[in-house]
C-alpha cells in the first residue's frame, strides 16, 4: 500500500510540474512565511497593501474606503451585507465565469457563496497540504472524509474519490449496526487509516464503543483532524484512548479556507495561519476592537482571494487571542457561533464547554444544553436511563445563576441540521431577539 501511496504523492506533484509548479511555489513560501514567525511580518504587510489597494481600484463597495488607514479604514463585514451587496464585491479585474463559487449555509441555512480566483485556489491547497501534515497527514494516504455528502455520486466524483484514496462517511450513517460494519471493513485492511471530519461525529463512534466491552479497533490510525465544530476534552480524550492518537482541531470555513489548526500533540493552541489571513477580535455587541485575552468576535481578512475580497469579515464565531513565546499570536479559545453562546440570568456569557459537565451524571446516545429565554435552560438528554436530576440542576444553576430555571427533558433524538451536524449549545433566546 505504501507503493500506491507514493505513486500518488508523484502523480500529483508531477502533474504539478507540468503546470509550471504553481502549487509547489504557494507551499514553499506558505512554509518560509509560517515556519519562519520572525521573518514574515514585512512580507504580510506587503500582501495587505496589495489587497487593500486592489480591492478599492476594482470593486464597487469597497471604493469610497481608505486605503492610507490600513485596516483601520475599513468597515466590518458579514455574509448579510455581502448577500445584499453581492455584485458589488465582484472585481472587475475578473471573469467570474473562470473562477470557482464556493457556497456554505452553515447552520443558518442561508445560502452564502462567494467566488475564488486560481492564485486564492491554489493557495488553498497548499494550506491544506502544510496544515494536514502537522496531523502526519500526507497526500496518498487512506483518508476517511466524515461529514454530510449526497446520497449518490457520479462516476467522475466516484474516480476522484479513487484517486486521491479518500471514502467518504456521511454523518447520516452512524447508527451503531453502521458503525460496527465500518470498522469491520476497515479491520480488513493492512493500510494506515486518516480521518477528517465533524467533531460530533468522533463523538458519536466513541460513544457506541463505549458500550462495549472491549476496543474493536484493530486497523492503525495515522491522523484525526475534526472540523467546523469545537473539540471539547470529552470527545478528545475518548478519541486519544479508542484511537490511539491525539486528534488535531481545524477552524475552518467554505469561504475562507484553513484559518487555524492545533498542530502539536498536546498542545491546545491553534497555529493561525497568518500566511493567508490577518485575524482580529472584536466585542460581541460593538465594532470596538479588543486585545489579546479577550474574548470577542473572530473577524478575518483574507490576503489571497481578490475575485471576491473579504476584508475585515465577521466569521459568526468567537475566539480568544493571545500571544506565545515569539510574541505571534495564537487562538486559545475558538468558541463557535455567537448564536450558540449562553449568558447566565445577568446577561454575562458563559462559557459554551460547561455542556461537557453533563457526562458526568450518565451514559448518553445525544444531549444538548439550550437557552430558551433570559432566565430559562433546557437540558436534552437521549439516554436509556434517568440522571440525577436535583444534583444536575443544582450544578448547572451554579454556572447560570441560582434564579435559573433549568428543565431537564428525556427525548429520543436530537435532529441534525440541515448543515448534517449537530449543535451541542443552543442559544434560542439570543438568537430570536
Not at 445560502?111 to 494536514?132: C, G, M, R, T, W
Not at 459568526?316 to 506565545?324: F, R
Not at 433524538?413 to 434560542?428: A, F, Q, Y
Amino acid at each position: 500500500m505504501k507503493r500506491g501511496i507514493n505513486l500518488r504523492q508523484q502523480f500529483f506533484w508531477l502533474k504539478d510540474a507540468v503546470s509550471g509548479k504553481p502549487i509547489n511555489k504557494v507551499l514553499a513560501n506558505t512554509q518560509r512565511l509560517l515556519d519562519n514567525p520572525k521573518d514574515n511580518k514585512k512580507a504580510i504587510e506587503g500582501s495587505l497593501k496589495e489587497l487593500l489597494n486592489h480591492a478599492v481600484s476594482t470593486t464597487q463597495f469597497y471604493k469610497k474606503h481608505n486605503v492610507q488607514d490600513g485596516l483601520d479604514g475599513f468597515s466590518i463585514i458579514n455574509k448579510n451585507i455581502i448577500r445584499d451587496n453581492f455584485d458589488d464585491f465582484i472585481s472587475s479585474k475578473y471573469n467570474i465565469s473562470k473562477c470557482r463559487k464556493v457556497s456554505t449555509s452553515g447552520s443558518t441555512g442561508s445560502p452564502f457563496s462567494v467566488y475564488h480566483n486560481k492564485e486564492k485556489l491554489q493557495k488553498n491547497i497548499a494550506d491544506n497540504i502544510y496544515f494536514s501534515s502537522k496531523s502526519n497527514y500526507n497526500l496518498g494516504d487512506h483518508l476517511i472524509y466524515v461529514k454530510i455528502w449526497s446520497d449518490s455520486f457520479s462516476l467522475k466524483k466516484r474516480v476522484e474519490f479513487q484517486l486521491k484514496n479518500m471514502q467518504p462517511l456521511s454523518v447520516f450513517n452512524l447508527s451503531d449496526d453502521e458503525i460496527k460494519a465500518f470498522i469491520e471493513k476497515l479491520n480488513r485492511q493492512t493500510s494506515e487509516v486518516c480521518f477528517i471530519g465533524y467533531a460530533s461525529s468522533f463523538e458519536k463512534i466513541c460513544k457506541y464503543l463505549d458500550t462495549l466491552n472491549e476496543n474493536p479497533i484493530a486497523f492503525k490510525t495515522k491522523s484525526i483532524i475534526t472540523i467546523s465544530e469545537a473539540l471539547n476534552d470529552y470527545t478528545r480524550n475518548l478519541v486519544k484512548k479508542y484511537f490511539g492518537i491525539q486528534p488535531m482541531s481545524r477552524y475552518s470555513n467554505n469561504e475562507n479556507g484553513i484559518i487555524a489548526q492545533q498542530t502539536v500533540t498536546d498542545d491546545l493552541r491553534f497555529k493561525i495561519n497568518e500566511s493567508s489571513y490577518i485575524v482580529e477580535i472584536f466585542d460581541l455587541n460593538s465594532n470596538k476592537k479588543l486585545g489579546y485575552g479577550e474574548r470577542g468576535r473572530i473577524v478575518v481578512t483574507d490576503l489571497h482571494n481578490l475575485a471576491t475580497p473579504l476584508i475585515r469579515y465577521d466569521t459568526g464565531d468567537v475566539g480568544v487571542m493571545e500571544l506565545d513565546e515569539n510574541n505571534k499570536p495564537f487562538f486559545s479559545e475558538i468558541s463557535g457561533r455567537v448564536l450558540d453562546l449562553l449568558y447566565d440570568t445577568k446577561g454575562n456569557l458563559v462559557p459554551s464547554h460547561i455542556s461537557a459537565k453533563l457526562c458526568k451524571y450518565g451514559n448518553y446516545k445525544q444531549f444538548q444544553l439550550v437557552q430558551k429565554g433570559l432566565k430559562e435552560y433546557e437540558i436534552n438528554l437521549n439516554t436509556d436511563e434517568k440522571v440525577d436530576e436535583i444534583q444536575l440542576i443544582e450544578e448547572y444553576k451554579s454556572y447560570f445563576g441560582e434564579d435559573a430555571i433549568v428543565k431537564i427533558n428525556y427525548v429520543d433524538d436530537i435532529p441534525l441540521l440541515n448543515s448534517g451536524k449537530r449543535r451541542e449549545v443552543v442559544n434560542e433566546y439570543y438568537n430570536a431577539k
